[in-house]
């Protein structure tokens, strides 16, 4: 069973304030759309600098420029974008207190 992906009309919109990430995230998607993640060790064997903090996994685009931070269920392969951003954006947010906090910048 392929990816299911929730959450891209906050990918479209981070697009749109963001225009150099926009291959990177359609390249995402199309992957992540196609995989079948079982547990972390399949993300990070196709992502090497993807990070986990706690649910939530953590994804640098474009080299360190932005993040994308999601969750992903193993068991009903289903991805949530809950949120994406600067990376300054992002190092000033503390993803271990707020990790049910959605949105974008």
Same mark, same amino acid.
């Given at each position: 069973m @392929?990816?299911?992906?929730?959450?891209? @009309? !906050?990918? *479209?919109?981070?697009? @749109?304030?963001? =225009?150099?990430? !926009?291959?990177?995230? !359609?390249?995402?998607? @199309?992957?992540?759309?196609?995989?079948?993640?079982?547990? =972390? $060790? *399949?993300?990070? $064997? !196709?992502?090497?600098?993807v990070s986990f903090v706690g649910p939530l996994v953590i994804f640098n685009v474009k080299g360190n420029d932005y993040r994308l931070v999601t969750q992903v269920a193993y068991r009903t392969q289903l991805v949530v974008v809950k949120w994406a951003g600067t990376h300054t954006a992002y190092s000033g947010i503390n993803w271990e207190k707020v990790s049910n906090e959605s949105g974008s910048d």
């Open positions: @392929a990816m299911r992906i929730v959450g891209v @009309a !906050r990918l *479209d919109e981070f697009c @749109a304030k963001h =225009p150099p990430a !926009r291959s990177w995230v !359609r390249s995402w998607l @199309a992957e992540t759309k196609g995989a079948s993640w079982a547990a =972390p $060790q *399949d993300i990070k $064997q !196709r992502f090497a600098s």
